[in-house]
């Protein structure tokens, strides 16, 4: 029989393969040597296990190390903190006593020193005996010392520390010698001189400054009634009313209004899709309501401008005036859609842009021109008329890396006398990029990027579909306030200009 004892463990390989395989065929089954495999998956787990306990290890070496270097910090900062608590209370303690021995000094009453004088020291002093020689040579000092007379040391006169106090001595004045009043010749009145014209004054009084000269002031012989009232009634007008009896004034012809030069607003960009158009719409749109007549110039021959205040068709070359709705006190805003093509040179001595801009906005207080995008001729023309350029800019990439070359341009073509202003348009401040882009392009522009911004809102494309601008569309909108103080900005740049009359009398009608 087999013994089976060699069977007790299945785990455990028999020494006879051939008793195996009897045992095998007693029982019926099939034979598989699998205790190779079975060592090699029982070592890679062993190994697994092994791994595992090293990065165990490790990972508690790795804590270990970073409490140490987290404990020696925390002592380095403890040290810093001490040795700067011990540096700041010596610094308070040499602070007391500089003010204690200030105040103690104060305190102290004042002590005159008396003078010290320095007794000098008596040094015998030996005088050679000279020889006739062709060249002087000291002689040698003798070995016994000279007699000469003893005379005591005197104490050399000292300055004393602080100088004598000098009384004032009182010098005698002699009395005035009575005078004799007496009583001046009689002179004959003289009026005083016309004063002349001051610069500072009213601008009523001031109108026709080349037909003002001063009056001659007449002798004293010649000054009569007759004369002064002749004199008087030919230079002011109401002294003239008060001798003529009430009589009724002649119609006097309606003099001719004095016009002033309408400042002008030019609005670039580099590239679209920054809301330039839109922007002067807007802005025209709320400077008519704070009362200015307001011309709108496109340069685009087929521009967007005229559908923000209610236009079906584009007019280039016509100048269009639109007015508000019903009977409001909104000044009505006029546009001008320049034909550029049909332009003539620009080294014209008569450039035709600048002039049709000029005749048409005789009655404009101010001009808002809307500049054709990247055309630098359209703006070496608009330049001409010198004026204020802004530059609307949007939180991008773009916008940042191109302020560089919009400046360059300008100090270019205008040789450095026109710097733009650059707003940023369509803000959200709940956006980091937004922020950050405000944050250099302020660093980058200083002052002249302007300290709020046009937040961004889908009303103003909304208003535009509708045919009229955010400010009407959206009154209470946050953007309708951005352009509020754009606009407020505008006005104190430059003034209107205000066609009315000067130095000129009103008249009863």
Not at 481 to 506: N, T
Request: overall charge neutral; glycine content about 6%.
């Amino acid at each position: 029989m087999t013994d089976h004892r060699a069977f007790t463990d299945s785990n455990e390989t028999p020494e006879d393969v051939a008793t195996l395989y009897s045992w095998a065929n007693l029982h019926g089954a099939k034979y598989r040597d699998f205790s190779a495999s079975r060592a090699q998956t029982r070592e890679k787990a062993r190994q697994r296990v092994q791994e595992a306990i090293e990065t165990e290890r490790q990972r508690q070496r790795d804590e270990a190390d970073m409490m140490q270097r987290a404990e020696i910090d925390r002592a380095a900062e403890a040290d810093r903190q001490v040795e700067y608590e011990a540096r700041q209370r010596a610094e308070q303690q040499a602070a007391a006593e500089r003010a204690a021995q200030m105040h103690a000094a104060q305190q102290r009453p004042y002590v005159p020193q008396p003078p010290q004088y320095a007794v000098p020291q008596y040094q015998p002093v030996s005088v050679p005996y000279p020889e006739a020689a062709p060249a002087y040579a000291p002689p040698a000092p003798p070995a016994y010392p000279i007699a000469a007379p003893y005379y005591p040391p005197q104490p050399a006169p000292q300055p004393p520390a602080y100088p004598p106090y000098a009384q004032p001595q009182q010098q005698y004045v002699p009395p005035a010698p009575p005078r004799e009043e007496r009583i001046a010749p009689g002179r004959p009145w003289t009026p005083p001189a016309e004063p002349q014209e001051n610069v500072t004054r009213p601008a009523w009084l001031a109108a026709n400054r080349s037909d003002y000269s001063p009056a001659q002031t007449p002798n004293p012989m010649e000054d009569t009634l007759q004369g002064s009232r002749d004199r008087i009634t030919s230079r002011w007008f109401a002294l003239k009313g008060v001798f003529s009896g009430g009589a009724p004034a002649q119609a006097e012809p309606a003099p001719a209004p004095a016009a002033t030069r309408a400042p002008v607003l030019a609005v670039f960009s580099l590239a679209g899709g920054v809301g330039k158009t839109s922007l002067v719409a807007t802005l025209g749109r709320a400077l008519s309501a704070r009362g200015e007549r307001i011309m709108l110039v496109d340069t685009a021959s087929y521009g967007l401008l005229p559908f923000f205040f209610g236009a079906r068709d584009q007019r280039p070359g016509v100048l269009r005036t639109f007015t508000a709705p019903g009977n409001g006190a909104d000044a009505p805003v006029q546009l001008l859609t320049i034909d550029c093509e049909n332009l003539g040179p620009e080294s014209a001595p008569q450039e035709q842009l600048s002039t049709e801009i000029a005749r048409n906005g005789h009655a404009a207080s101010r001009i808002l021109v809307d500049l054709a995008t990247a055309s630098g001729a359209i703006t070496r023309r608009v330049l001409r008329m010198r004026p204020t350029v802004l530059v609307p800019v949007i939180p991008d990439m773009s916008s940042v890396v191109s302020v560089a070359s919009i400046d360059t341009f300008f100090q270019r073509v205008s040789s450095g006398q026109v710097l733009p202003y650059y707003v940023l348009n369509q803000y959200d401040p709940s956006l980091p990029l937004h922020l950050d882009v405000r944050e250099v392009l302020r660093e980058q522009l200083g002052d002249r990027l302007l300290p709020f911004s046009l937040r961004r809102t889908p009303a103003v494309s909304e208003a535009l579909a509708e045919g009229m601008t955010v400010v009407d569309y959206s009154p209470n909108s946050a953007v309708a306030e951005d352009f509020g103080a754009l606009a407020g900005w505008v006005k104190s740049l430059a003034a209107p200009a205000s066609a009315g009359f000067r130095g000129v009398r009103w008249s009863e009608r």
